[in-house]
C-alpha cells in the first residue's frame, strides 16, 4: 500500500554519508540526488522508496515524536550492522540489537535515530 517514505533533513551531505552507509548491509543504494532531496531502493524496486528532503516550507526538520520508519533485512548480522553503523556516524540508539519479546515469528529489532532526529528500526522476522 505505501508507496514511497520520505524524511526531512537539515543537512543533506551528512544525511547522504548517513544513509548510504547505513543501508549498506540491507542492499540499499542512492538512485538519485537534486539539491533538495537523495532517492533511494533496492535492485528490483521499481523505484526510490526512500527520500530524504529539505523541508518544502524551509522550516527546520525535526523528528516527530511517535513515527518510525522500518527497515527489513534479510538476516541478524545486517540489523546488527546497520545499528552500529548508524551509531558510528552520529546517529543514536533507541532500542540495541535483540528479539523483541512476545511476537511470532521471531522479531529481531534495532532501533536508532539519525542525526535529524528521525527514528528508524532494522528488523528481521524468523
Known sequence: M???????TNDMDRAINFF??????LA??????SPTWTGYARKGDSGAA?????PFNKEA???GNGGMLAFLAP?????????ATALALAGSC???PGVREGMDPV????????PDGNKLCFYVRR
Open 2 to 8: 505505501i508507496s514511497y517514505a520520505t524524511l526531512g
Open 20 to 25: 548510504d552507509a547505513v543501508f549498506a548491509p
Open 28 to 33: 540499499g543504494k542512492r538512485v538519485s540526488t
Open 50 to 54: 526512500f527520500f530524504l528532503t529539505t
Open 61 to 63: 526538520a525535526d523528528g
Open 75 to 83: 538476516d541478524r548480522t545486517a540489523v546488527d550492522s546497520c545499528h
Open 94 to 96: 533507541e532500542g540495541p
Open 107 to 114: 522479531f529481531y529489532a534495532a532501533y536508532v535515530r539519525d
